[in-house]
């Protein structure tokens, strides 16, 4: 088993920028590929972003790609989420989630074994 736990949210104002951490311990982080999913208010939890185990391939939702980044450190057992140019829409409670399994990339909420218990961001107009 593994466990997670999100750092980093905040409050910031539209076109500032936020970086979330996701730390791990427990079983081998690198075996693991791991995204992050957020959750509005009223609203479906949705797939952000996902790295996989080696941090060679990354894989964004049209909503954020080429404003947030994901990278991972193996050797700190965690994966980060870079957050520029954030607009309102993208305030939510945000999630790591860590996957076992060979398939990449994997947007599925159910398909992830292991979750965060998440982070709030919020984005002010």
């Known amino acids: 088993q593994v466990q997670l736990e999100e750092s980093g949210g905040g409050l910031v104002q539209t076109g500032g920028s936020l970086r979330l951490s996701c730390a791990a311990s427990?079983?081998?982080?690198?075996?693991?590929?791991m995204a992050w999913f957020r959750q509005a208010p009223g609203k479906e939890r949705e797939f952000v972003a996902a790295?996989?185990?080696?941090?060679?391939?990354?894989y964004y939702a049209d909503s954020v790609k080429g404003r947030f980044t994901i990278t991972r450190d193996n050797a700190k057992d965690t994966v980060y989420l870079q957050m520029n140019s954030l607009i309102p829409e993208d305030t939510a409670v945000y999630s790591c989630?860590?996957?076992?399994?060979?398939?990449?990339?994997?947007?599925?909420?159910?398909?992830?074994?292991?979750w965060g218990q998440g982070t709030q961001v919020t984005v002010s107009s």
């Open positions: 989630a860590g996957d076992s399994s060979w398939r990449f990339p994997v947007v599925v909420v159910g398909s992830y074994n292991y």
């Open positions: 427990g079983r081998t982080f690198s075996r693991y590929n």
């Open positions: 790295i996989k185990r080696n941090g060679g391939s990354t």
